[in-house]
């Protein structure tokens, strides 16, 4: 059975970076694509960025296009999403994701392709 879990999440300042982690227990993690997630309170959950099996490909929308930067080590089956110059409106749980498929971009991750999902690690950036 595949799980994931998130760590890493906690109270910054902004201006703070974080790294995002995620453990991936279970198989086939190398042959999919991965994925992070974030829900802010009151809003509803969005997509922010995505990886292919290799690591080769990434995609990111725009709003967090470069300060976030995703990465995975299918060794160690983790993915990791590195988030620097944290702004208050980067407060949300943020979630991994592995897709039953490979990589995504666009609208193409606003789809029902991810498959398993982690509980999240929340965020608090204070101004």
Not at 30 to 57: L, T
Request: aromatic share 12%; hydrophobic share 30%; with cysteine.
């Amino acid at each position: 059975q595949v799980q994931l879990a998130e760590s890493g999440g906690g109270l910054v300042q902004a201006g703070d970076s974080l790294r995002l982690s995620c453990a991936h227990s279970g198989r086939d993690f190398e042959i999919y694509g991965m994925g992070w997630f974030r829900q802010a309170p009151g809003r509803e959950r969005e997509f922010v960025a995505s990886i292919s099996w290799s690591g080769e490909h990434t995609y990111y929308v725009n709003s967090v296009r470069g300060r976030f930067s995703i990465s995975r080590d299918n060794s160690n089956k983790m993915a990791y999403l590195q988030i620097s110059s944290l702004k208050p409106e980067d407060t949300a749980i943020y979630y991994c994701a592995r897709r039953a498929s490979d990589f995504c971009s666009g609208d193409g991750c606003n789809d029902h392709m991810w498959e398993y999902w982690g509980r999240g690690t929340q965020v608090t950036v204070s101004s």
